[in-house]
C-alpha cells in the first residue's frame, strides 16, 4: 500500500505564497500520475494540478494555471504544489492523490490551506 503524506500548509494573507508537498512511500515512477485536489467547505472535491510522474507534463485547472506550479523531485519521492497570488478562494482541504500504473488509487489525509483577506 501506497501512503502519501501531505505537509507545507497553513495560513497566509491575500496574496502571499505557500509551498505544500506530498511524499510518497514509494518510487514515484511507479504511480503514472499524482495530482492536487482540494475540497472547500460546502463544496465539491475538485482536481486542481496532475502531473505525469515520468514525463512531468503537468495540468492545471483554470483557475490556478497561472498562479499555481505542481512539481516532482524523484529522489525524494515527493511531489510539491507551489501557490502564488493566493486568494481567499484557495482556502480549502489540499488532498494529495496518486494514481498506480496498477490502476490502484491512494489518496493523503488531507492538509489544510487558509487564506485571509
Known amino acids: 500500500q501506497v501512503q502519501l503524506v501531505e505537509s507545507g500548509g497553513g495560513s497566509v494573507q491575500t496574496g502571499g505564497s505557500l509551498r505544500v508537498s506530498c511524499a510518497a512511500s514509494?518510487?514515484?515512477?511507479?504511480?503514472?500520475?499524482m495530482g492536487w485536489w482540494r475540497q472547500a467547505p460546502g463544496k465539491q472535491r475538485e482536481l486542481v494540478a496532475s502531473?505525469?510522474?515520468?514525463?512531468?507534463?503537468?495540468n492545471y485547472a483554470d483557475s490556478v494555471r497561472d498562479r499555481f506550479t505542481i512539481s516532482r523531485d524523484n529522489a525524494k519521492n515527493t511531489v510539491y504544489l507551489q501557490m502564488n497570488s493566493l486568494k481567499p478562494e484557495d482556502t480549502a482541504v489540499y488532498y494529495c492523490?496518486?494514481?498506480?500504473?496498477?490502476?490502484?488509487?491512494?489518496w493523503g489525509q488531507g492538509i489544510e490551506v487558509t487564506v485571509s483577506s
Open positions: 492523490k496518486a494514481v498506480r500504473k496498477d490502476g490502484r488509487v491512494y
Open positions: 514509494e518510487n514515484i515512477f511507479s504511480l503514472g500520475a
Open positions: 502531473i505525469i510522474t515520468s514525463s512531468g507534463t503537468t
